[in-house]
Nanobody, 124 residues
Framework: QLQLVESGGGSVQAGASLRLSCAASGDIFSLYHMGWFRQAPGKERQFAAAINRIDLSTAYADPVKGRFTIPRDNAKNTLYLQMNSLKPEDTALYFC?????????????????WGQGTQVTVSS
């Protein structure tokens, strides 16, 4: 079983940057397509970014496009989310997620493994 542990969240001012990490263990990390989802209080958990395991192609939700990037380091079994130009609306609990197969879509149910989440709070 794959285990995922997020870290790197915190409280920052609007315009600041944060780098989230997702440490994977228990299985071969390089076999998984990875993603980040986020959930604000009272809101649905929504897709933010994804990276393919084979060609390292990426996908981003419109609200984060151009501000966030999702690199991975298979040698370190770690996924990252680099968040720049943070906005108050980015405030959410951020979850790392993994899936063995990819369909071209990024629905929550398509991901098999989830971390516990790390909180990001952005104040104006």
């Amino acid at each position: 079983q794959l285990q995922l542990v997020e870290s790197g969240g915190g409280s920052v001012q609007a315009g600041a940057s944060l780098r989230l990490s997702c440490a994977a263990s228990g299985d071969i990390f390089s076999l998984y397509h990875m993603g980040w989802f986020r959930q604000a209080p009272g809101k649905e958990r929504q897709f933010a970014a994804a990276i393919n395991r084979i060609d390292l192609s990426t996908a981003y939700a419109d609200p984060v496009k151009g501000r966030f990037t999702i690199p991975r380091d298979n040698a370190k079994n770690t996924l990252y989310l680099q968040m720049n130009s943070l906005k108050p609306e980015d405030t959410a609990l951020y979850f790392c997620a993994a899936r063995r197969s990819h369909s071209g879509t990024y629905f929550r149910y398509e991901y098999d493994y989830w971390g516990q989440g790390t909180q990001v709070t952005v104040s104006s």
